[in-house]
């Protein structure tokens, strides 16, 4: 089996890091990182500042949380404010591919072999995810105060007591590494190196662990997550303990199960329908589905014999980098004529109109295509 650094072009963040910005090996990575993401939609980083230990500890505390009973869970539950921070239960968010048109013709002009798991019964998926904000408050009245809400902590003691601070250690090295990747995108583009980072400024970051429970859901070809591409700029993904994202590169069409390196410093980014808009379709956001493959249930029983007292539960490790709420959102003219010279495989969805709209509107509207906002 091939792993995904044999797949996706692979970034080293430590040569943007550590070289002068203008030699020749740093604008050569920018102009690689920028070409993974028009070509693919994703890319592979290595950064040496991430931690195994602290991804880690984040995964055994997320485990923990999503092991207590249903009722503890719930009071953590905000859907006034659309679930944008604490938790989303299980069967509550939609995927958008369901009943989206050009998505679903994207998914008609696969090859047969290469199509995700059917998602055209539209049931909620089965994962739940806890929303933890790590954007900074912005200096102005936003228009978009439910999008830009307080966090929830936990209220169990035995989580809450290192709660804060394992989502914001780990936190931060996700938004370090994606922020960087934001400006090596943007030289690759020609455009200014804080460009699309000073879009972000105060954007309603949000560590967003996702989690399964793979003793209810762990039969084979359970979708856990639909066939969807993702409503903000750049999504940022640390090492799951099990396998079944699935990803598609925009260049192929073909699915690439995503294996990471059983150890090591890497990191998947994705890019978001915020950088799509922004490059008028020149950066495509990227597809992707969360499903119960063999290789998981490989992971499951050989966790059962490593793990046996820990909770059976799959948890992404999964970072929503975004554009400020209150940002202008409109495609960049000179992105917007390159993107008319690509013909790669995009189907009907290759004609999309890029509208200005502020970045709160544009999340309002796909918040509703999921079923999280009325």
């Given at each position: 089996?091939?792993?995904?650094?044999e797949t996706l072009?692979?970034?080293?963040?430590?040569?943007?890091?550590?070289?002068?910005?203008?030699?020749?090996?740093?604008?050569?990575?920018?102009?690689?990182?920028?070409?993974?993401f028009i070509m693919?939609?994703?890319?592979?980083?290595?950064?040496?500042?991430?931690?195994?230990?602290?991804?880690?500890?984040?995964?055994?505390?997320?485990?923990?949380?999503?092991?207590?009973?249903?009722?503890?869970?719930?009071?953590?539950?905000?859907?006034?404010?659309?679930?944008?921070?604490?938790?989303?239960?299980?069967?509550?968010?939609?995927?958008?591919?369901?009943?989206?048109?050009?998505?679903?013709?994207?998914?008609?002009?696969?090859?047969?072999?290469?199509?995700?798991?059917?998602?055209?019964?539209?049931?909620?998926?089965?994962?739940?995810?806890?929303?933890?904000?790590?954007?900074?408050?912005?200096?102005?009245?936003?228009?978009?105060?439910?999008?830009?809400?307080?966090?929830?902590?936990?209220?169990?003691?035995?989580?809450?007591?290192?709660?804060?601070?394992?989502?914001?250690?780990?936190?931060?090295?996700?938004?370090?590494?994606?922020?960087?990747?934001?400006?090596?995108?943007?030289?690759?583009?020609?455009?200014?190196?804080?460009?699309?980072?000073?879009?972000?400024?105060y954007g309603p970051?949000?560590?967003?662990?996702?989690?399964?429970?793979?003793?209810?859901?762990?039969?084979?070809?359970?979708?856990?997550?639909?066939?969807?591409?993702?409503?903000?700029?750049?999504?940022?993904?640390?090492?799951?303990?099990?396998?079944?994202?699935?990803?598609?590169?925009?260049?192929?069409?073909?699915?690439?199960?995503?294996?990471?390196?059983?150890?090591?410093?890497?990191?998947?980014?994705?890019?978001?329908?915020?950088?799509?808009?922004?490059?008028?379709?020149?950066?495509?956001?990227?597809?992707?589905?969360?499903?119960?493959?063999?290789?998981?249930?490989?992971?499951?029983?050989?966790?059962?014999?490593?793990?046996?007292?820990?909770?059976?539960?799959?948890?992404?490790?999964?970072?929503?980098?975004?554009?400020?709420?209150?940002?202008?959102?409109?495609?960049?003219?000179?992105?917007?004529?390159?993107?008319?010279?690509?013909?790669?495989?995009?189907?009907?969805?290759?004609?999309?109109?890029?509208?200005?709209?502020?970045?709160?509107?544009?999340?309002?509207?796909?918040?509703?295509?999921?079923?999280?906002?009325?």
């Amino acid at each position: 089996m091939s792993t995904l650094s044999e797949t996706l072009p692979v970034i080293d963040l430590d040569i943007f890091l550590f070289q002068p910005t203008q030699s020749t090996r740093v604008l050569e990575e920018c102009h690689k990182a920028a070409t993974a993401f028009i070509m693919y939609g994703a890319l592979l980083v290595h950064d040496s500042r991430v931690s195994e230990e602290d991804n880690d500890a984040f995964l055994d505390l997320v485990e923990d949380y999503f092991a207590q009973p249903i009722e503890d869970l719930q009071k953590d539950e905000r859907p006034e404010i659309h679930y944008q921070v604490g938790v989303t239960l299980e069967n509550t968010e939609k995927p958008k591919c369901a009943v989206d048109e050009p998505c679903l013709d994207i998914i008609a002009n696969l090859d047969p072999a290469e199509r995700p798991l059917d998602v055209s019964g539209h049931h909620p998926d089965p994962k739940c995810r806890f929303f933890w904000t790590m954007g900074t408050p912005p200096p102005y009245e936003t228009e978009y105060p439910a999008l830009n809400a307080p966090n929830v902590v936990p209220q169990a003691p035995c989580i809450s007591e290192k709660w804060e601070s394992t989502m914001e250690k780990w936190g931060h090295s996700m938004k370090n590494a994606v922020e960087n990747i934001a400006e090596m995108t943007a030289i690759g583009l020609g455009l200014p190196r804080e460009f699309i980072k000073d879009a972000g400024k105060y954007g309603p970051h949000l560590l967003g662990p996702t989690a399964s429970d793979l003793v209810k859901y762990g039969q084979k070809d359970t979708i856990l997550a639909g066939f969807h591409t993702d409503l903000n700029c750049f999504t940022i993904h640390g090492r799951s303990r099990y396998p079944g994202l699935n990803i598609w590169a925009r260049n192929t069409g073909r699915r690439i199960p995503v294996r990471f390196p059983p150890t090591g410093r890497y990191l998947l980014v994705q890019a978001g329908k915020q950088i799509e808009h922004l490059t008028g379709g020149l950066i495509k956001a990227g597809f992707h589905e969360v499903v119960v493959n063999e290789a998981t249930l490989q992971i499951v029983e050989q966790r059962k014999e490593s793990h046996p007292d820990r909770p059976n539960i799959r948890v992404s490790s999964t970072f929503f980098w975004h554009l400020s709420s209150d940002y202008e959102l409109g495609p960049i003219p000179k992105l917007s004529e390159c993107a008319k010279t690509f013909n790669l495989s995009q189907g009907a969805n290759q004609h999309t109109t890029y509208e200005r709209m502020k970045v709160g509107q544009q999340v309002q509207k796909e918040l509703k295509h999921i079923a999280l906002m009325a």
